[in-house]
């Protein structure tokens, strides 16, 4: 498994796509993820598809502030993400319901 948060992601969710469509088949969303320890890189979701792009979107829906270690760990749903929200170990910035669905899709590839 790949210890880089931009291509376990990637991967995760290409895999999972026909499980997921239907929770992305709505208008297109973007989530800007920063932190330390890794490239910025943000996932759009929507259309029936998800992609990521390294880099910094000049727009984002949320940003979401996760440190490498943080985020690999919610990846592999070893990190409830609302606890760490709640616990500042991750930081929201824009539409917070809109991250927690981004969250569930990320629960549901992981499961497939």
Same mark, same amino acid.
Do not use: C, W
């Given at each position: *498994?790949? /210890?880089?948060?931009? /291509?376990?992601?990637? &991967?995760?969710? #290409?895999?999972? +796509? ?6 992305? &088949?709505?208008?297109?969303?973007? !989530?800007?993820?920063?932190? =330390?320890? @890794? /490239?910025? !890189? @943000?996932? =759009? ?25 943080? +985020? +690999? ?9 609302? #606890?760490? @929200? ?6 929201? *910035?824009?539409?917070? *319901? ?15």
């Amino acid at each position: *498994m790949s /210890e880089d948060p931009f /291509e376990l992601l990637n &991967s995760m969710t #290409q895999q999972a +796509l026909p499980k997921i469509a239907s929770k992305v &088949s709505g208008p297109v969303k973007v !989530f800007q993820f920063t932190g =330390e320890g @890794y /490239e910025p !890189f @943000y996932v =759009e979701v929507g259309g029936g598809t998800v992609k990521l792009t390294k880099g910094t979107h000049k727009s984002p829906t949320a940003t979401i502030q996760v440190n490498k270690d943080n +985020l +690999l760990k919610m990846i592999k749903g070893q990190l409830d993400a609302m #606890q760490a @929200y709640f616990s500042g170990a991750i930081k929201v *910035m824009g539409n917070i *319901m809109d991250a927690a669905s981004l969250i569930d899709i990320i629960n549901t590839a992981r499961r497939s």
